[in-house]
């Protein structure tokens, strides 16, 4: 079974500072997909960022970078210039096949992020 | 034009009674999902469905059942009622190695 781990329940920031969210997962697979998800208070999931095993770059969305690195199992997130609408909680994602065409997400327990003006 | 919605986005019921929640999505995507958030914000799978299989997490009671009319929804019904149940409850679907697209919540309260 795969496992999604984030370390850090809590983390705070400045605002227009940096910050890094980390993550560790555990699998034996070698195709898969990582995400990193957004909830703020309204409790809306919204995707930041997607990162496909195969793929050695790291992927970016404007503020948004990951550092993913295969060998290692991680897959942290930058958020540059960070930003008040930013504060939510984080969750880092693994997703691969399933069983018959199906994809499941497995979650990591979340980090709340609060970012300070 | 909501990808992925959910009724209703809020429930309020009591213990032992049989609620439903329903999910529909319009992205043409093969596999719909429900996912249960509890009171600590961990998000798990309950179930995954397309038109080919159910796959069910097995820590999952089974007074929980999806139940799909067609290829766009998913409805969760949810017999007798527990107070554990209460949750927020989403929906979500996705296409082959897509991303998961969610549903707004629906946060059930079991009282």
């Known amino acids: 079974a795969q496992t ?31 995400f990193w998800y957004k909830q703020p208070p309204s409790r809306q999931m919204i995707l930041v960022i997607r990162q496909e095993a195969y793929k050695q770059q790291n992927a970016t969305e404007n503020r948004f970078s990951v550092n993913f690195q295969k060998a290692a199992k991680s897959f942290s997130l930058k958020i540059s210039d960070s930003q008040l609408g930013d504060t939510a909680m984080y969750f880092c994602a693994f997703m691969m096949l399933s069983g018959a065409g199906s994809y499941q997400l497995t979650f990591g327990k979340g980090t709340k992020l609060s970012v300070i003006p | ?60 009671p089974n007074r929980f059942s999806p139940k799909s009319p067609d290829k766009a929804h998913l409805n969760l019904h949810i017999n007798s009622l ?28 079991v009282t």
């Open chain 2, 1 to 60: 034009d909501t990808a992925v919605s959910q009724t209703p986005k809020y429930l309020v019921t009591q213990m032992g009674n049989d609620k439903s929640i329903k999910c529909e999505q319009n992205l043409g995507h093969d596999t719909m999902y429900w996912y249960k958030q509890d009171s600590k914000k961990f998000l798990k799978i309950m179930f995954s469905y397309n038109n080919k299989e159910l796959i069910i997490n097995e820590t999952v």
């Open chain 1, 4 to 34: 999604v781990t984030q370390s850090q329940p809590e983390m705070s920031v400045q605002e227009a500072e940096t910050v890094t969210l980390s993550c560790t997962y555990d699998t034996s697979e070698s195709n898969y997909y990582l």
């Open chain 2, 82 to 109: 527990e107070l554990g149940d209460s949750a927020v409850y989403f929906c979500a679907s996705s296409h082959a190695g897509g991303t998961g697209d969610f549903g707004p919540g629906t946060r059930l309260t």
